[in-house]
């Protein structure tokens, strides 16, 4: 449970802990212009606020799983990891039928209502667009995306450093590493309205084996409060999480 | 070095590894030798390129890994009956590894990256008939100690109940058997199946090729997911039609 509370709170975290002006937004400007010479990182942090995890896990009592309640569109099932007793399981393997190829990816769907919600995501779905503060989450989050294979790469590497280190065994510094093939920033999905996506495709190599993965996720607005939606595949199984992703967005009311 | 040299060298082999800026073409010799052209825009990655992968092959390649495997089959009392089965069992074991190969082909098309894991083991028309022998033994064995002892019942219950998977075919190929421009007799055929465990459903892409030749098999296994596998059949077909040693 505390893993999945981990994986949606990323989420969450993701979707709300920066700022942005992405292609494809209406909306109030919110970033101002890079000063001649600075880095995004550094413009980042200067925007960054301290993420306010209180108010994220207050989100939670109000919140949980609707990918198991058998609203899902014809064919498709979801199965729910067995990692806890919760009644409304937020993240599994989603089985999806084709004409000529089956495929199952790993999904993870939470509705988030309640106060604590309507704070935090209100002002991203205005009719006029979203606020200031909204957008500069939301360039957070983007640049978060466009700085992810650095981090990663980062992480592998202090990690391969630290077992050498801890081990004395001399693993390779590249053991692991990923790129990032293709990463669509945050934006409005113009076939939806009150509905943000993104998605990326990273290449992750571990130990010389390729894994050529695929992710796409969804924030949207719906009458119960607000639906957050991931989905994670392999590459070659793209079109149909992207199919099925907007099947499943379609069907939401 | 500083740690920014090795994050430059770490990345620079990384997009080696990964194939992601380079097109190459790239052949694959399965485990009794036989050459497989897989074309430019296949590339293939030996598993015993891979750290842990040289790692094992080393070890393999030392004696002591015969004594290792047959501890590890005593320690498990396999073949309580016939002990001296366990050092058969794990000499062949290990001369069927050392020859062995692990492969992953890859391909990226269109912006999208393919790609399968192949698994290739040759035995030989002996090592074949002592394999039978063994697997009767062992099935002899487990089921004497069932009926022996309920409480042992128990245990292997989970491991049985392992194999009861439930397994849904979606298409599937007719077995055929063909031979290569350069003479190469084969048999090859492949399935679209789901494997059902515990409610999860996961599909899968199998191609099987089998070639016989002069005593000796090879067993050679392409898995990857159903999308992956209907981009690779052609290529692997065009590769065995001109397959050779």
Redesign the interface.
């Known amino acids: 449970m505390k893993r999945m509370l981990s994986l949606c709170l990323g989420v969450a975290l993701l979707l709300t802990g920066g700022l942005s002006h992405a292609d494809g937004m209406d909306g109030i400007s919110a970033a101002s212009p890079l000063v001649h010479g600075e880095s995004v990182s550094t413009a980042a942090a200067k925007v960054m606020e301290p993420l306010p995890m209180e108010e994220l896990l207050a989100l939670m009592p109000e919140s949980r799983g609707f990918l198991g309640d058998g609203n899902l569109p014809k064919g498709m ?1 979801f ?1 729910p990891f ?1 990692l806890s007793a919760d009644p409304h399981p937020s993240a599994g ?1 989603l ?1 999806l039928p ?1 004409k ?5 990816v790993i999904a993870f769907g939470m509705e988030m209502k309640g106060e604590a919600a309507e704070a935090y995501f209100h002002d991203m779905f205005l009719p006029e667009g979203f606020t200031p503060a909204a957008g500069q989450r939301m360039l957070h989050f983007n640049i978060g995306l466009m700085e992810a294979e650095t981090m990663l ?2 992480i592998f ?1 202090q990690t391969a ?1 630290g077992t050498r280190e801890a081990t004395g065994e001399p ?5 692991m ?3 990032m ?2 990463v669509e920033q945050l934006h409005k999905v113009l076939s939806r309205p009150k509905t943000y996506g993104f998605a990326l ?1 990273p ?1 992750l ?1 571990a ?6 993965l695929y992710m796409r996720g969804f924030l949207a607005k719906t009458g119960e409060g607000y639906r957050s939606l991931l989905f994670l595949g ?7 999480l992207d199919q099925a992703s907007y099947e499943i967005l379609r069907s939401m009311k | 070095m500083k740690l920014s040299k090795w994050m430059t060298i770490s990345m620079a082999s990384l997009a080696l590894a990964g194939g992601v800026l380079t097109a190459d073409a790239d052949s694959m010799v399965l485990s009794g030798g036989e050459k497989l052209d897989l074309g430019e825009k296949v590339s293939v990655f030996d598993g015993e390129r891979s750290f842990f992968g040289s790692q094992l092959h080393d070890w393999l390649m030392e004696d002591k890994a015969v004594t290792t495997v047959e501890e590890a089959i005593k320690k498990e009392n396999l073949f309580p009956k016939n002990e001296a089965y366990s050092h058969d069992v794990a000499q062949m074991a290990v001369d069927v590894l050392r020859r062995g190969k692990l492969y992953q082909v890859r391909s990226e098309d269109k912006g999208i990256c393919y790609q399968g894991m192949v698994v290739s083991i040759a035995l030989s028309d002996a090592d074949e008939m002592k394999l039978a022998l063994y697997s009767a033994a062992l099935d002899i064995q487990s089921k004497e100690a069932v009926k022996d002892n309920q409480a042992e019942a128990k245990e292997l219950a989970p491991l049985l109940a392992m194999t009861h998977g439930q397994l849904t075919v979606k298409a599937h190929s007719d077995w055929a058997d063909k031979t290569s421009k350069k003479g190469l007799a084969y048999s090859t055929g492949s399935a679209q199946i789901s494997i059902i465990r515990d409610g999860f459903t996961l599909p899968v892409y199998l191609k099987a090729i089998i070639h016989k030749d002069k005593g000796m098999t090879t067993y050679t296994l392409l898995a990857a997911d159903q999308a992956s596998g209907a981009y690779f059949e052609p290529v692997v077909d065009k590769a065995l039609a001109g397959a050779g040693k």
């Open positions: 099932t199965t067995h393997l089985f084709g000529k190829q089956d495929a199952s790469n980062n590497l450093k693993i390779p510094y590249d053991l590493g990923v790129s093939m293709h495709s290449y190599v130990d010389g084996w390729a894994v050529p392999f590459q070659s199984q793209k079109d149909a």
